[in-house]
């Protein structure tokens, strides 16, 4: 037997048995891979939408002439004006002339009622004596009587004058501030002609217009999570209009904005309301920052006991804040869900917990 023939194979088989053992000894080993985690938490969960609303003034009014006349005065906008304070005047000249010469007309009329009222105790005197008809007393009644009407209406007429000359001064009819000046002083007026606008700026409210399907969940509520950039404060639910828009299908929600706020707050800001989507219910939730997003579904990387990481498959619900409702058949209320670092993983990888949860 030729021995040579059979060590040439057998040598280098050997040769590369030793190679391949070497290299196993010398492969490093795996790295744990450091993330960040959070836990999978069952809570009552009440899905919110956010809607955008408008802040307006409870008081924003324009203000009238109340007759015609010359605009003697007009405030300035921005004027920052008390309640009953003057804040436009018109010329009361002409009006002053009417009232004086109306009390003249009443003290004529006064004079004339005194008068018939003497002749008519006279005619009744002489008609004791037979001096005088019975036509001529009650005649003489009938004219005292409508002197006294006359004086009457007279006196009404006075009143309505003094009525105009109360309206040439138009006052505020709120603490507030003058955001607008349509005529100005010198021109003359109609009655019922714009003259100025003015708003309360501290006494403010929402108006949100929400989506009619999520009436029945805002019934419910007594405040709503209002906003505007870092600022939030829970508002009251002043009052529900169900009265739907045709084009928009929406009904409008009106809430009360704290006095505390309103310093800051303005009317024509727009605000953001969070409200109910859905009545509450336990359900699993996550981080958002837990979700991988990708085109065959959405995941997320449930570490175990071992730290080993796993990707498990789960249906996206609503969203409340930065948490996430999710469904999986195999994602449990406790378990570590990667945060941090999820991207790189595959399945089976050992991972380093950089925040550890109790």
């Known amino acids: ?60 009014v324009r203000l009238t002439a ?7 005065y007009s405030a300035e906008p921005g004027t920052y004006v008390r309640k009953d304070q003057e804040v436009a005047r018109i010329d009361q000249l002409s009006l002053r002339l009417q009232q004086a010469e109306q009390k003249a007309q009443i003290k004529r009329a006064q ?67 003058v955001s607008e000046r349509l005529r100005e002083a010198g021109g003359e007026v109609n009655r019922s002609e714009a003259l100025l606008s003015m708003i309360d700026t501290q006494n403010l409210e929402g108006r949100i217009l929400v989506p009619v399907k999520y009436l029945a969940y805002v ?24 009265s739907t828009d045709m084009l928009s299908q ?9 006095v505390t706020e309103q310093d800051a707050w303005t009317s024509g800001q727009l605000i953001k309301a969070s409200l109910p989507v859905q ?16 085109q065959d579904g959405t995941y997320v990387v449930v570490v175990d006991e071992q730290n080993k990481a796993k990707r498990e498959k789960v249906e996206v619900g609503e969203g409340q804040a930065q948490w996430i409702s999710v469904q999986s058949v195999n994602l449990r209320n406790g378990d570590k869900v990667v945060t941090r670092g999820a991207e ?9 917990i950089a925040n550890p949860t109790a």
């Open 1 to 60: 037997m030729n021995l040579r023939r059979f060590s040439t194979p057998l040598l280098s088989a050997l040769f590369v048995g030793m190679m391949s053992t070497s290299s196993m000894a010398q492969q490093p080993p795996e790295v744990a891979s450091p993330v960040q985690v959070d836990e999978v938490k069952e809570t009552l969960f009440a899905p919110t939408l956010e809607v955008v609303g408008t802040i307006y003034s409870r008081h924003n």
């Open 219 to 242: 019934r419910d509520l007594a405040t709503v999570n209002v906003s505007i950039e870092d600022q939030h404060v829970q508002a009251p639910i002043k009052a529900i209009i169900p």
């Open 279 to 294: 009545r509450p219910s336990q359900r699993l939730t996550v981080h958002r920052d837990a979700l991988i997003l990708r």
């Open 66 to 72: 109340g007759v015609a006349g010359r605009l003697d």
């Open 250 to 258: 929406s009904f409008e929600l009106r809430v009360s904005l704290p």
């Open 111 to 177: 004079i004339n009622q005194s008068y018939l009222k003497r002749e008519v105790d006279r005619l009744i005197d002489l008609r004791k004596t037979n001096s005088a008809s019975a036509f001529e007393v009650d005649q003489m009644k009938s004219q005292h009587e409508l002197a006294s009407a006359d004086l009457e209406i007279a006196q009404l007429r006075l009143q309505q004058i003094d009525d105009q000359l109360s309206r040439t001064i138009i006052r505020a009819p709120f603490d507030g501030v």
């Open 344 to 352: 790189r993983l595959r399945d089976g990888q050992t991972v380093e």
